[in-house]
């Protein structure tokens, strides 16, 4: 988990790079990823973690809120869904997801149980238009939730 990104170096990806992390943004698996490129999903994973190394982002979170922050990729613009308004309650759940924070640290955090978070998250989902903490980060910053 993290709270905000200070690499020791300064991480230049190469194309490749670039192009996996993209497609890490848009949710796509290791394997799919490996399709892309007709390599293994093993190998894609030592991508991953060799980008993790550089980043100090080793989820698939935390590297696509990484991303974001540093402008590494096009954040689309989006138009705010019409039931997208997000209680005070669910924008603090989406900020510690978008930090990588797991559901019990979470409950922990915010004083909630874990179902609660769960119910929160399914909820902030629904209203978004995602399916999984990846999307919710883009869409945070697509938002500006999360600046």
Known sequence: MHDGYSPVITFSPNERQLKIMMAVSRGWSNHRIGELFGLKAS??????ASIGHMTGAYT???LVDYMCRLKLIEIPSLEKPANAQLTARQIQVLR????????REIASKL???EHTVRSHTRRLYKRLGISGRVEAVVMA???????
Do not use: C, P, Y
């Open 96 to 103: 510690a997801v978008a930090n990588g924070m797991s559901h």
């Open 111 to 113: 004083f909630l149980t």
């Open 43 to 48: 190998t894609i994973k030592s991508q991953l």
């Open 141 to 147: 910053h697509a938002l500006s939730l999360l600046d």
């Open 60 to 62: 698939r979170v935390e």
